[in-house]
């Protein structure tokens, strides 16, 4: 009976509540989740992929599917953590228009200078290579003069580039990174710089060009992210601003 009552007035401990300690306590942990987050989704974009030149709806929506996997892979590492949203930065306060308007023009701000960055990119490029070609853009074409292709691709690109990536590179990754013991200020711009290279490479279907561009891109927003205190918001909203710029010039030209 005493062995009974001792089991029974002990704390239930699931597989999932250790997993959530490991991934909050054990530096292996989260490491090994960092690198399962894009495992799994390059084997994912590896296997599903097509290689044919008439496929590039279907090789959107591949990728575009690969990045929610990533964002649901995190959803779930935070709620086992037990960690709310705000820890990555969201904030669902009611809005009131003084929060609102500062929230845009902190917005227009990160913009400009995110814009910045993807032009520093593409200087330093040409000092070190002369004048670069400019990024593969083709898997875009099927947008070309085509309205309702491009109001379904701002859509889909609003929910999976400029929410979906702001949480993976910058929200995820910085915080992520921080955490294996790089919180000191050296630490901090460390894990920028780091989420802002992977970034990058994971533009690489734009090719080198494409690739420099957004790694100087990603470290405005980086910076911006960690200078803002991880007003998330801000960011997303700042991405958005330059996928309808770039949609709307790919349906154009």
Do not use: C
């Given at each position: 009976?005493?062995?009974?009552?001792?089991?029974?007035?002990?704390?239930?401990?699931?597989?999932?509540?250790?997993?959530?300690?490991?991934?909050?306590?054990?530096?292996?942990?989260?490491?090994?989740?960092?690198?399962?987050?894009?495992?799994?989704?390059?084997?994912?974009?590896?296997?599903?992929?097509?290689?044919?030149?008439?496929?590039?709806?279907?090789?959107?929506a591949i990728v575009w599917f690969a990045n929610i996997i990533i964002l649901a892979f995190i959803f779930t590492g935070v709620k086992l953590r037990g960690e709310g949203l705000?820890?990555?930065?969201?904030?669902?306060?009611?809005?009131?228009?003084?929060?609102?308007?500062?929230?845009?023009?902190?917005?227009?701000?990160?913009?400009?200078?995110?814009?910045?960055?993807?032009?520093?990119?593409?200087?330093?490029?040409?000092?070190?290579?002369?004048?670069?070609?400019?990024?593969?853009?083709?898997?875009?074409?099927?947008?070309?003069?085509?309205?309702?292709?491009?109001?379904?691709?701002?859509?889909?690109?609003?929910?999976?580039?400029?929410?979906?990536?702001?949480?993976?590179?910058?929200?995820?990754?910085?915080?992520?990174?921080?955490?294996?013991?790089?919180?000191?200020?050296?630490?901090?711009?460390?894990?920028?710089?780091?989420?802002?290279?992977?970034?990058?490479?994971?533009?690489?279907?734009?090719?080198?060009?494409?690739?420099?561009?957004?790694?100087?891109?990603?470290?405005?927003?980086?910076?911006?992210?960690?200078?803002?205190?991880?007003?998330?918001?801000?960011?997303?909203?700042?991405?958005?601003?330059?996928?309808?710029?770039?949609?709307?010039?790919?349906?154009?030209?």
């Open positions: 009976m005493q062995l009974e009552h001792y089991f029974k007035t002990q704390p239930k401990h699931t597989f999932l509540n250790t997993l959530g300690q490991l991934l909050k306590t054990n530096k292996l942990a989260k490491i090994t989740e960092l690198i399962l987050v894009f495992l799994i989704v390059i084997l994912f974009v590896s296997v599903f992929i097509s290689e044919e030149p008439s496929d590039l709806i279907y090789n959107q705000s820890h990555f930065g969201f904030s669902f306060k009611k809005i009131t228009l003084k929060i609102g308007f500062k929230t845009f023009l902190q917005s227009i701000i990160v913009f400009i200078l995110a814009i910045a960055g993807f032009i520093i990119g593409s200087i330093i490029m040409a000092n070190i290579i002369g004048i670069p070609e400019p990024s593969d853009m083709s898997n875009y074409a099927y947008l070309k003069d085509n309205i309702g292709m491009l109001l379904l691709t701002l859509v889909g690109v609003y929910i999976v580039a400029s929410f979906g990536e702001e949480v993976i590179y910058r929200a995820f990754l910085i915080n992520r990174i921080s955490e294996l013991g790089l919180s000191s200020k050296t630490g901090k711009i460390t894990a920028v710089i780091i989420s802002s290279i992977i970034f990058g490479l994971a533009h690489y279907s734009w090719g080198l060009m494409g690739i420099v561009q957004t790694s100087f891109m990603g470290l405005a927003l980086g910076f911006s992210y960690t200078y803002l205190k991880k007003r998330i918001w801000v960011l997303i909203f700042a991405h958005a601003y330059m996928d309808t710029i770039l949609m709307v010039q790919l349906y154009l030209s």
